[in-house]
C-alpha cells in the first residue's frame, strides 16, 4: 500500500524497494499516520492548513530537498496561498539557509561539539508578507532545526505574543520534529532507488 514517503521517494508499487518497505508495515503505517494528523487533522483552529504546508515548505528548504519543497509547495498552493506569500516563504528559505547544527551542551564531556553560530531572525520585508504568525513560526522552526540544543523558554514566549495557542505550538514542533524524520527516511530511500537493480 503506498504511502506518501513513497510518493516522496518515487517508489513503484511492486518494485523491490517497496517490498523492503512492506517488511516494516507499522512503521509505514505510522509514518502515513502521523502525516495525515498533522496535515489532513480533525480541527485546524490552532494552525491553519495554510500554515502548516507554509513550515513544511520553510523545513524542506532547509534541509535542501527540493522535490518535497515542490510537493509541500503543491500542498500551500491548494490551501489558498497568494503568488506574493509563496514568494515570501522563498525569501525567508534563501536567507536562513546556513551550516550547522550549532549549540552548546551542559559543561561536561560533549562541551567539546559546542559550535557557536547565528539565531535567525526574518528579515523587516519578509516579515511584512508572512505575518507575525508565520514569521514566529519560522524563527522557532529555524532554532529546531540548527540549534536544537538550545531551544530555551523565551523562544516559545516569542510564539505565544504572536498569538499561537500553547496547542499551536506543540502543533508546530511537531511538524518540525516530523518533517525532519520524514527529509532523512525519503533522501535514504531515493539514494536507494536511484541504485541499479
Known amino acids: 500500500m503506498s504511502d506518501v514517503i513513497d510518493t516522496l521517494a518515487g517508489i513503484a508499487p511492486g518494485s523491490p524497494l517497496d517490498a523492503v518497505r512492506a517488511q516494516r508495515p507499522q512503521a509505514r503505517l505510522h509514518a502515513q499516520a502521523s502525516y495525515d494528523s498533522l496535515f489532513t487533522p480533525l480541527s485546524d483552529a490552532d494552525a491553519s492548513k495554510l500554515e502548516r504546508y507554509a513550515i513544511a515548505c520553510f523545513v524542506a528548504g532547509l534541509h535542501g530537498r527540493p522535490e518535497m519543497e515542490a510537493f509541500y509547495g503543491s500542498g500551500l498552493a491548494a490551501a489558498g496561498a497568494s503568488a506574493a506569500l509563496q514568494a515570501a516563504i522563498g525569501a525567508a528559505v534563501a536567507a536562513a539557509r546556513v551550516e550547522g547544527p550549532y549549540g552548546h551542551y551542559p559543561k561536561g564531556p560533549l562541551s567539546a561539539e559546542d559550535k557557536a553560530g547565528p539565531v535567525h531572525r526574518i528579515?523587516?520585508?519578509?516579515?511584512?508578507?508572512?505575518?507575525?504568525?508565520?514569521?514566529?513560526?519560522?524563527?522557532?522552526?529555524?532554532?529546531?532545526?540548527?540549534?536544537?540544543?538550545?531551544?530555551?523558554?523565551?523562544?516559545?514566549?516569542?510564539?505565544?505574543?504572536?498569538?499561537?495557542?500553547?496547542?499551536?505550538?506543540?502543533?508546530?514542533?511537531?511538524?518540525?520534529?516530523?518533517?525532519?524524520?520524514?527529509?532523512?527516511?525519503?533522501?535514504?530511500?531515493?539514494?536507494?532507488?536511484?541504485?541499479?537493480?
Open 123 to 197: 528579515a523587516q520585508p519578509t516579515r511584512d508578507a508572512l505575518g507575525p504568525r508565520l514569521t514566529a513560526a519560522f524563527e522557532h522552526t529555524h532554532m529546531l532545526v540548527f540549534h536544537p540544543r538550545d531551544s530555551a523558554p523565551p523562544y516559545l514566549q516569542a510564539l505565544l505574543d504572536a498569538g499561537w495557542s500553547t496547542t499551536g505550538i506543540v502543533v508546530v514542533s511537531q511538524l518540525v520534529a516530523f518533517l525532519s524524520y520524514q527529509i532523512r527516511v525519503v533522501a535514504g530511500l531515493r539514494v536507494l532507488n536511484a541504485r541499479p537493480a
